[in-house]
């Protein structure tokens, strides 16, 4: 499924190419790669919008831990991407007749990569691996600080970096590498179907949400969440604005996260942004009809979470569905998101930000939806695999049989039972070891000045 | 003046190109398109910028109602101008001999545009539909968020949500066919002048500045904004760094919109680019000298405002005007609006962010200008039509003579009264029928926890 | 060491260069200036960053003092640029047998630039006159907002003002023209080498240290700031979401500082875009590992400031070093400024947010690490001149000699001399003169309402 190509132009031109051909062809392979490098600044830029969700829809006594955390994700997620991860998930053998199905072997540190020159052609089209490994450090980063706002105002500093640390080095890149680096999942085939997920609606945001999940389960509510008798608590963030600051800037972010996956710059990126918009419109607007229906109010706070929903369930499907099908994709995304907080509320799943629901949630519904409303038209929208050619398909609303459903489905339990096991493992490892939790004293006071020495809001001081 | 051409190369080869000049033809166009589609991601961003400047220049009771609007104007926006706000604008009938004077017809929700293959070219230089869609959908989002702080602090949200969609869907639509579209604007000629508003002072700005005023208007002012004799009593926003961060997005942005609306990647973006730069410095300069001599001390609020003033004052004529006249053009959009508040404050508009002053008053400042200091010489910068001509023109500054300033003041005499008049049915209607304004009550208390059920600040609630 | 080129295709072609290749080389023009433009974007987005950095790190009193310098530091930052900024960096005479050493002559508020056309070629690769000086006028705008922090919470607005306009109209665009303008420091030789400084380690972010540290000295400490037996005493900043966002933001905005220095969109971007986003990620970790053992606890305002020391550092050799060097100079940056606060806080420099260890201190590491780390590969990374020659050297490290090393010893020594003699007699002067500090009163009061008439953060007015 996945080749590991020369760099080559994206025009297709045959070995007879005048030299203004070549020129031209060389010309489109830088373009591919500064968009790709734009696109990934965009996603980059995420980080800001993740920590502003997360810290307003929580209390203003843990806002620096949660401003370190995602500073921390940043950083260790970077650092350690660069030291394993981007080995683990794209360092495929050429020499080898096979890919991996798990890890690959090649690039640690980002040395020895390539055959050619050091820092050659990544393999996919024409992007350079400087640039890839760009792109692919800023979504490592996403899936890791996903997991952040799960595990809020409860969770050792200490225990949540070395879970980021893991997460970013080891589990994250072995998602990927099962997918978009033609591991496990990129092999299954059913008659001349494979999977697909365009931009991680399951590779980065199923799997962000799923280690959310166990994390949260694994740390248990916060204090005062449940009433004796079980029943849920609202316990409201404190900074409303903050917290849709935080969704406009994901927004934005997206527009990298979706039209940069296709790794090059054509004329499907335009498609795949208006996808991206509509879908995350739809995704708010339906939450928006479900919350006022619901509670007689539009709640703004789950307005937000409906447009996150709506993104997130586009992410798989945006290159190979109209915008007409975004629109119902990401409506039923923020339809579900309203249940999903609603269910895992009972379940005693304490989610602080709905993290579990916007990312793992949708994440799946986002990946099936391809089974359902794919229509891949190579006039319209094609959704490129690691080796340029165009995959194409269409969902069960097209007449495509249930084919494609299944290995979406597949997909997405793979998914699950991966991050589910590791996560569980180093979760409960790190409970049986240094602890999960901070102490009952310290999470009543916060943990900003436990933890971090220093509140988020000081009053002035004056000595004078 | 506007005519449906099918996709063709910017660098103007004749039918003989070689396959190697028709191959750069080709990488021109993808970056055409790229770069349009970054720019269209800039120009999303404003959103939070507008979001950030209301609510920061109005009072923490309705801080979640503002940010609640401000995400409905991005929700319903798009979608309104998906739904029928593309075709009203750009649906023109190739198969037409004339241009509708008033709307588009075509490719609702983007079906069944263009001759070719779905999502073709749109006629506009290289721009493929998607690209261009999303670029003015963007633009369309923009237009319906100007009136939302004219409104702020005193209106319902529901009525709020139905103004902003019908103004999405059908008016500014029309008033962009009528200009960018092809339309009655367009159609006007004196000798051989016509319009020209390069990236939409009058287009959006203005179009977003009327409706504001009239609702405004027809809304009244916040109770408490005037003493018993009448006097405008001062309502301090709640939060200075908001509205400044806001107004730093929002310049961002605005780099996406003069230089996106080249709608090209070519030599004159750079020069858009510093014209925007310069004139939104200037902009904040003249305001700051203004309001130190005139209050005594220099009120950043105001010079924010002033800032904002210079960037929509440049906006139509960025295209053809030199850096020089780019800070005459600014600094006098900057002197102007704080004239401009205080006027409005005096009859009676109560305009808690001064909207009306800097997108209505100065976005028609600005369409003048053109008449008073274009300056094109192909050298340097032109402004494109959306035929790709160039249109030609020099202000009375540079000896123009008469004309361009006439056509520019009947394009703003055009939109006041299109507008005016629309605006004032759909907010007469609305207010006599499910009514305009909360209660008495809900505007004392503030609008967040009556409207939508919580509050933007919640103190830290502990159940232990 | 500086040429005036006319536009020439960045490929390379000979004379005999095919019609497709001709046009193949200028869309390779207009890419390179599209590119450099968003990378000028990102760079001016970076004075939000600044700001809510600056705000965040000082008291809830004086917000709108520093929201109102760094408003003002990017419209006079720009205007003062415009003005006589940049003629003085870059306006060489082509007709000149040798450069300027001190400052140019041509193109004052850019009239009468270049010999070809108005707005042809700046003479820095492909770059037009209009996107060089875009991307030059916005880093002016960084460079004197550095100083604001150092200055923060007791100078005078006026006074203020006017050093920002002196230091972008005359002193930042002399250390620019000494060195990347040609001047001075270009002309320095030691055998084969000259001095390098990509992306301005020195020319920026040193130049705006110094300019900090000079004016914290002249202006003296804030009242309270130094105990009776001259401890220092902490003044915890009031919002430090604020500069967590502002850290995210000015990370974003780094990825076009540096990327974007290359001044084209070549093969090089994306290797210069992984140095910047891992040397952050080190410093960052480096102070965290730091201040953890140090203090006991991670003190996220540090750690924000980590990120930055890592940034400074990189950004003079991001062009020359490999990813792994990247790790090492962003980490010693990050454990240099931890020290470098401290002795500054000892030594009665009171620098509120930590401006002069961090732009000060870590940009003269970075400009020293060149004579350590840097290892050009023409396979990998090159560091361009203005004139497209590639720079060809290697640090002590990589077996290159001493000489490197002096040369960016030397560079270092002449713009602390050159700066801080300038910026020495600027404040002194206004010391003297209109006075630099704000009255006891107003200080402890506040620089807000005696300053500017407002608060920051008003409670909610209701006149019913």
Redesign the interface.
Known sequence: MVAILAITPS?G?AQD?????E??????A??D???V??A???V??M??GF??VE?GLT???N??NI??K???D???G??AF?GTGYALAFGNDPAADSVSKIAGSRGF???GIGDI???GGSGYLNL?H??F??FQ??FAATAVTICSGALAERTK?ISYLIFGAIMCAFIYPMVVHMAWGGGFIAQINIGDRAYSDFAGSGVVHMTGGIAALVGAFVVGPR???Y?ADGTP??????????A??G???L??GW??FN?GSELA???L???I??NT??A???G??AT?VVVWLK???????M??NG?LAGLVSITAPVGSVT??MS?VIGAIGGIIVVFAVDFFDKVKIDDPVGAVSVHGVCGAWGVLSIGLFAKV?D??LGANTPDGETWESSGLFYGGGIEQLIIQLLMVLIIVVFVGVCSFIVFSALKATIGLRVSDEEE?E?LDVP??????????????
Chains 1, 2, 3 share one sequence.
Not at 17 to 21: H, I, K
Not at 23 to 28: R, S
Not at 295 to 301: F, H, N, Q, R, T
């Open positions: 025009l031109f190419a005048t030299p203004g051909e020129a031209a062809a060389g010309v489109q830088i373009l790669n500064i968009w490098l734009v990934g600044i965009l980059f830029f980080q800001a920590a502003l810290a209390r203003a006594k806002v620096v401003f370190a995602n500073m921390a940043a950083i260790i970077i650092l660069f540190a980002l040395t020159a050091e820092f350079s400087t640039t490994f760009f450090a800023v500093f204090k005062g969440k009433a608590r609202a316990i409201p963030g404190h900074n409303i604005p903050f849709i600051l969704v406009f800037i927004w934005v527009f990298g039209p710059a054509d004329n990126v335009g498609g942004a208006i918009l509509i995350g419109a739809a708010g607007f928006t509670s007689g109010k539009p709640d703004l706070a307005i937000g447009v915008p007409l629109i038209d006039a319209f009543v916060g933890e971090h020495g220093l509140s988020g809001y000081p009053a002035d001081v004056n000595y004078v």
